[in-house]
């Protein structure tokens, strides 16, 4: 008996044929044109309304909400209406089961790509206007979105298999350190600045108290020094350039104060100096 499935080393030979011009064509040529008849996989068990809405020109209440977000009243019409795209996607764009597999709504990562895409493919017609949008977008991004299936549907095991694989339990669930994430989302910061002692070390803590004042909890002490480093004032002059008739200097300062203010000084025989109002800038 022959499998539906479309194994993984198949799937590059078909992709070649995805978008292939006139391939594309004919499709299109063979795709029924009539209001009455229905594309994708029938579904009997649709209710009318959900039919009716999905063919209407508005968008079903639910397209457009986050999946996980659905009313549970809207649900089943969402898995429907969910199921009906994928079907027309599958039969206008040829996509093999290596793409989609008959069991993608049994994996939540496959159906999350396809409701988004269901939603963009609706987006960029909503205007009904010509425009780039389908060529830019759309197109664009269902590529993407193939290869990322199919990555999905390999890491699945479930074409390999041919039959749909369940994952282990506990898959994609993370052993967190409760202990450790809840001293982590329990933690709170604050700055406080504090001068330092004239003289000696000034010993600093934090602590927590209750709302009658009593501590609970306090943290080792730090010790603050006081600062001994040399804060008298300081000049230096470097050479900047030299020249056959003059020199360029420079001079910096710092540890001064605001009543502080710089002169130059000249000297012939470096004992007796006389003061000169700088005349450059800083």
């Known amino acids: 008996m022959s499998s539906n499935w479309v194994a993984d080393e198949d799937l590059d030979e078909?992709?070649?044929?995805l978008f292939d011009d006139d391939g594309?064509?004919?499709?299109?040529?063979?795709?029924?044109?009539?209001?009455?008849?229905?594309?994708?996989?029938?579904?009997?068990?649709?209710?009318q309304e959900v039919a009716e809405e999905l063919?209407?020109?508005?968008?079903?209440?639910?397209?457009?909400?986050?999946?996980?977000?659905i009313p549970k009243a809207d649900q089943a019409d969402a898995w429907n209406g969910l199921r009906t795209w994928v079907d027309w996607l599958?039969?206008?764009?040829?996509?093999?089961?290596?793409?989609?597999?008959p069991c993608w709504y049994k994996h939540p990562d496959i159906t999350a790509e396809l409701y988004a895409a269901m939603n963009m493919e609706y987006k960029v017609w909503e205007e009904q206007e010509p425009s780039l949008s389908p060529m830019m977008f759309w197109h664009?991004?269902?590529?993407?979105?193939?290869?990322?299936?199919?990555?999905?549907?390999?890491?699945?095991?479930?074409?390999?298999?041919?039959?749909?694989?369940?994952?282990s339990p506990g898959a994609h669930e993370l052993d967190y350190d409760e202990a450790d994430w809840n001293q982590q989302v329990t933690t709170a910061h604050s700055t406080e600045q504090f001068d330092r002692p004239?003289?000696?070390?000034?010993?600093?803590?934090?602590?927590?108290?209750?709302?009658?004042?009593?501590?609970?909890?306090?943290?080792e002490p730090v010790g603050i020094k006081h600062h001994e480093a040399d804060q008298?004032?300081?000049?230096?002059?470097?050479?900047?350039?030299?020249?056959?008739?003059?020199?360029?200097?420079?001079?910096h300062w710092s540890n001064y104060s605001k009543a502080h203010r710089l002169t130059w000084e000249t000297s012939l025989d470096g004992q007796t100096w006389e003061q000169h109002e700088p005349k450059g800038t800083r």
């Open 14 to 17: 078909i992709e070649d044929e």
């Open 24 to 47: 594309f064509n004919d499709e299109v040529a063979e795709t029924p044109t009539s209001d009455d008849e229905a594309i994708g996989t029938p579904l009997p068990y649709l209710d």
């Open 55 to 69: 063919i209407s020109e508005s968008p079903p209440t639910w397209l457009g909400t986050r999946w996980r977000d």
């Open 90 to 101: 599958i039969r206008e764009y040829r996509l093999p089961t290596a793409v989609v597999p």
């Open 140 to 167: 664009t991004n269902l590529q993407q979105m193939i290869h990322r299936l199919r990555d999905a549907v390999t890491n699945a095991g479930c074409v390999s298999g041919g039959q749909h694989r369940d994952e």
């Open 198 to 219: 004239d003289q000696g070390v000034l010993y600093v803590r934090a602590g927590l108290v209750d709302t009658n004042g009593e501590t609970v909890a306090h943290s």
């Open 232 to 251: 008298s004032p300081n000049v230096e002059i470097e050479y900047l350039s030299t020249t056959s008739h003059y020199n360029t200097l420079q001079v």
